[in-house]
């Protein structure tokens, strides 16, 4: 449900540099948000030329498609653990709890509201977002309509359809909460998603 730069991860020389400044970008927007994020400010924070940052990436868009593609490819990695109700109340929680906490190791919550409000403004960015989407619907909904001897929930596509669309809902609306109410104390929301998550993939 959450994607991130692999900030530190071995990787051949050729994607060194672009990990580097992906990792940095995501620093920058979140700190400062899209707009007052500056291609300076990345190679600054990236510690490299401004000519060497433009080498990987034309523009901070190109930037913000990289990281885009990201979130789909651990979205859809995540999607592949998915074999339980618990497995997924307790990700959705612990997704959460990060997300208030500020972890570098999930897909910040605020820089996601950023991306999302810059793909009402730049077509570019909203398709890319769009088609993420779009992929990862689908990966959830295989899994439901997928039969449970075969790992899944056995649920017919229409209703599997309304069920991805509610977790969706769900899930960003915990988005908006960690990143406008850091300090809110997730104790009383254990409940309410093991609630959520029950009846969501209930039979």
Known sequence: MNA????????????????????????????????????????????????LLYRYFESKSAIVLAIVERQLQ??????????????????????????????????????????SAEATRDPQIAAALSSSDRRIFADVQSWMVRGQDDGGLGLPPDVAARRVLLLEAFVHGLAVIAARQPDRDPAPLREIIDTFVSRLLAP
């Open 4 to 51: 991130r730069p692999t900030c530190g991860k071995d990787t051949p020389r050729a994607e060194v540099q672009r990990e580097r400044i992906l990792c940095a970008a995501q620093k920058c927007f979140i700190e400062h948000g899209f707009h007052a994020a500056s291609m300076a400010n990345i190679a600054e924070t990236a510690q490299m030329s401004q000519g």
């Open 74 to 115: 651990e979205g859809r990695a995540h999607v592949a653990e998915l074999h339980s109700s618990a497995d997924l109340a307790a990700s959705i929680l612990d997704t959460y709890t990060k997300w208030q906490a500020r972890d570098p190791s999930v897909f910040s919550a605020a820089l996601l509201l950023e991306m």
